[in-house]
């Protein structure tokens, strides 16, 4: 069955300090992928994707994510973390065939301590 | 250009009432996706929807719900009946035709159910 992981549930991080936020995925083929950001009481904001070529991929607001096709995983990364990145993060998978449909994991919320 | 239109922010019903969520994609956008996010869960796809037609209905509660995206206005997601565990978030999404590669998402209505 079509599953994406997210292991952490919450994560606290010191500002200024780097972060990485885990997601796996269980699909039959290569997926595209993506990161969202959802913060309190607001709709989602797309971070990053990926269909196809580099790796490695850059998003906004200094994050970037790394898809490993032998881990299923696609984490997501950023350096040095702002007090405003405090939100829930959401990693999804979408059909190659290319719809709409998504698939997301549970989310991990990133708390920030001063 | 605005953004997808989901109204109202928050709606409160009563058990048994009916409740109506509206959405307005992004000028241009023909299809439509909804979401259902339950607390502390990822979002869950419901229903997919091009002008007049239901295209992928896989996610949507078998009985009490529906969704239509008329020729004219907006798409609406009702639920007939409505139960405290339809209390939850529920998010639109819009795209031109690119499937995910252009998915914008609406900021959601909160619905309680008393």
């Known amino acids: 069955a079509q599953s994406v992981t997210q292991p952490d549930i919450h994560i606290t991080v010191s500002e200024g300090a780097s972060l990485e936020l885990r997601c796996n995925y269980s699909y039959g083929a290569t997926p595209y992928l993506f990161w969202y950001v959802q913060s309190p009481g607001q709709g989602l904001q797309l971070l990053l994707k990926y269909f196809s070529g580099d790796t490695l991929v850059q998003g906004i607001k200094g994050f970037e994510a790394e898809f490993k096709r032998s881990q299923s995983s696609f984490n997501l990364r950023k350096p040095s973390v702002h007090w405003s990145d405090a939100a829930e993060y959401f990693c999804a998978v979408g059909d190659p065939s290319n719809t709409g449909k998504l698939i997301f994991g549970q989310g991990t919320t990133l708390q920030v301590k001063p | 250009n605005a953004g997808v239109m989901q109204n109202p922010r928050h709606l409160v019903r009563r058990r048994g009432q009916e409740a109506r969520l509206r959405c307005s994609p992004m000028?241009?956008?023909?299809?439509v996706y909804w979401y259902r996010q339950l607390p502390e869960e990822g979002l869950k796809f419901m229903v997919y929807l091009q002008k007049e037609n239901i295209i992928d209905e896989s996610g949507m509660p078998k009985e009490r719900f529906s969704a239509e995206f008329p020729k004219e206005g907006p798409s609406i997601l009702r639920i007939q009946q409505v139960v405290r565990g339809d209390s939850a978030a529920y998010f639109c999404a819009s795209s031109p035709g690119e499937g995910a590669r252009k998915l914008f998402f609406g900021s959601g209505t909160q619905l309680s159910v008393l």
């Open positions: 000028k241009g956008h023909s299809h």
